[in-house]
T-cell receptor, first 116, second 113 residues
């Protein structure tokens, strides 16, 4: 079974440019997460989807970040315009749905963004 | 809010040494606790988990016990190998926290032959 797929794996852009990341979750996983991992830190949640609905986006900087999950499968995270401080690894994860603190999250390899 | 504090790294050990990486947490309710590992060039992988007090999670020779009284979930391994070199993250998930994973800052472990 395929794991969580992310693309691109690496992206280098200049500040003020837009950038987008794509994620395909594990088949059957209705819950999808986007995390940001700064260098030397643990991942921090940006947004969580249940199917196509964003149910927790409290940590998403909405002035420049946006996300969508059309049809409740693939998801795209966009930054426009990018700033130097956005340099990080952006991780996508997926899990089964349900009200449980034990739904294991499976992570993709991440997209490493460098903003120059 | 929920938080996780991990032992600061980096940690460097010789092969076959005993490993302990400390992890303590703050959370409302009864969270589930996890250890994730990130090998060089790879994504995060779940190493082990525990969902209630006194549970012991184990995998690949690693163990951690959910201690509610000390709010701890320390990672241990009796004899480390060079292949265990990686970054280890302690994390929690709670329904009160909207099921998101809250991670510690990570501990980089290097094992020398």
């Amino acid at each position: 079974e395929a794991g969580v797929v992310q693309s691109p794996r690496y992206k280098i852009i200049e500040k003020k440019q837009p950038v987008a990341f794509w994620c395909n979750p594990i088949s059957g996983h209705n819950t999808l997460y986007w995390y940001r991992q700064n260098l030397g830190q643990g991942p921090e949640l940006l947004i969580r989807y249940e199917n196509e609905e964003a149910v927790d986006d409290s940590q998403l900087p909405k002035d420049r970040f946006s996300a969508e999950r059309l049809k409740g499968v693939d998801s795209t995270l966009k930054i426009q315009p990018a700033e130097l401080g956005d340099s990080a690894v952006y991780l996508c994860a997926s899990s089964l749905s349900g009200v449980s603190s034990y739904n294991e999250q499976f992570f993709g390899p991440g997209t490493r963004l460098t903003v120059l | 809010g929920d938080s996780v504090t991990q032992m600061e790294g980096p940690v460097t050990l010789s092969e076959e040494a005993f490993l302990t990486i400390n992890c303590t947490y703050t959370a409302t309710g009864y969270p589930s606790l996890f250890w994730y590992v990130q090998y060089p060039g790879e994504g995060l992988q779940l190493l082990l988990k525990a969902t209630k007090a006194d549970d012991k999670g184990s995998n690949k020779g690693f163990e951690a016990t959910y201690r509610k009284e000390t709010t701890s979930f320390h990672l241990e391994k009796g004899s480390v190998q060079v292949s265990d070199s990686a970054v280890y993250f302690c994390a929690l998930s709670s329904i009160q926290g909207a099921q998101k994973l809250v991670f510690g800052q990570g501990t980089r472990l290097t094992i020398n032959p």
